[in-house]
């Protein structure tokens, strides 16, 4: 769970010693073909160190200087070419030519070091390669349709879309208005789908995300609390849950609940309110079902920081296998 923009660095780094290594090894192949590629080279330095000075004492040697530089470069030129290697052959070696590997341009982020941190950030958010594909524009209005509730026809394709539109707002802007959400209802209406949809958006906007199922989330905080083993490193995975600009808990309910789970549940939700992180709910409980399987305090914080999406609707997930 190491820093995205550590990684981002560390990867440039190793891109730049690559590169240096290549170079290296270009030079030891042209020189080895031709010897008096290497002596060019140092005499090059040296007339490069001739030309500074005669800059700084103003001298009058600076044509003669750069006259000769000039052809030692078209000297070596020629002895590349001779030998059927490219005349750039021994230059520098840039994977990005914007920011030559240093991932900054005049003072700004290079666009290839945003997309390391991307890469990055999005390797630390948990999502499965199948959630990584569920995005606000692949979602699929066509497979919803209305129901019936307690004998009411329920218009689930408006709400469904009204539904998409606060979830899109919320993914644009959860880190700035420090909001919350929950998605409740019945199961396969589309809330993990929904989930995933403000996950990738969250990444696209360049801010850390975590999914984790609630089932999983207790049993490695269990495991680390506990000392059990879990096959993963649970105490980074602690401190992010923790972090992480957006939480995403899905399936809340789904977990055995004991006092354990309850005081850690309150706390994660009740510390990142304080810290001002935005955490994501699933459920396919109402608030009633929360309040009963877990306490009032829990309850009366979702019910007063988080705002609440009901899905209805029949199980889509048929539908979803069969197109």
Known sequence: MESAYVLAIKELEEIRNENKRILEYRKMETGSVAPRIPEIDVELMKSGAELLKTVLDKSRNFDDVKKNIEKLQAEKIRLLKDNGFPEDYLEDIHSCPKCKDTGFVLGHRCDCLKSLVAKYIGANANLSEYMKNQTFENFDFSLFEETTVDGKTVPVLKIMQK?????????????????????????????????????????????????????????????????????EDAEEIAKYIYEVDLLIIDDLGTEFTTQFTSAVFFDIINSRLVSGKSTLISTNLDLEGINNLYSQRITSRIMGDYKAITLYGNDIRPKVKNK
């Open 163 to 231: 539904a998409v539109q606060i979830c899109m707002d919320f993914a644009e802007g959860f880190d700035r208005e420090k909001s919350n959400m929950i998605l409740s209802g019945n199961a396969g209406t589309g809330k993990t789908f929904l989930s995933s949809c403000i996950a990738n958006r969250a990444l696209e906007r360049g801010k850390t995300v975590y999914y984790t199922s609630a089932y999983k989330l207790f049993e490695t905080l269990e495991a680390l609390k506990f000392g059990k083993e879990t096959g």
